[in-house]
């Protein structure tokens, strides 16, 4: 787990996963899920099309977003801002930090 993830973060978030698959979230279900909630809140603000470069940049704009890690904002480069992101690659069912 990352230090900026924990049970206080996000109580609701935990209890629900927790009721869902009987376990505790890790980041990564937490960073999905997260994802999938930029994402749906970009489509509405594009009306729901398929317009990749307003996705874009409502991305690119979000700011303060209600993350279950925490807020999120992103800079003009589409960056998360303040978030400590680390590359993993899955092998053999284990995930391995990848150096960039």
Known sequence: MTPYF???TSPKFWKQ???????TPNIY????YETLHILNECLKTCNYEQ???CIKNCIYNLK??????GK?????????I???????LIQNGH?????V
């Open 6 to 8: 924990d049970e206080k």
């Open 82 to 88: 303040g978030k400590r992101m680390t590359m993993m």
């Open 17 to 23: 996963y927790f009721l869902s698959f009987n376990e």
């Open 51 to 53: 317009n990749t470069t």
């Open 95 to 99: 995930f391995l930090p990848v150096a």
């Open 64 to 69: 303060n977003f209600p993350g279950v890690t």
């Open 72 to 80: 999120l904002s992103f800079d003009k480069n589409g960056d998360a």
């Open 29 to 32: 279900s937490a960073q999905t």
